[in-house]
């Protein structure tokens, strides 16, 4: 029997200047049955290091739109 899955994907990339320093990405299964799977990337750990507090500012962004992605979802199925 054929099972198909239907996600949404979000990346994203935090920058500094023109410098791509941290990748974001997250799959969200649509049938609401999980929870989205994240994961962070550093691609540059030095500029990381010099700017923590700006970029942890864009995960924290980009967490909040994967949340509101999940609860559209969500009250999607329970309508």
């Known amino acids: 029997m054929l099972k198909i899955n239907k996600n949404i994907n979000l990346t994203g990339y935090s920058t500094i200047g023109e410098v791509q320093v941290v990748y974001l990405n997250a799959s ?8 989205a ?5 550093i691609l540059n750990q030095d500029i990381y290091d010099k700017n923590k507090i700006e970029i942890r500012k864009d995960i924290q962004a980009f967490s909040n739109e994967v949340y509101k992605v999940e609860d559209e979802i969500g009250g999607a199925i329970s309508e």
């Open 28 to 35: 969200i299964s649509t049938d609401g049955s999980s929870n």
């Open 37 to 41: 799977n994240k994961s962070t990337t």
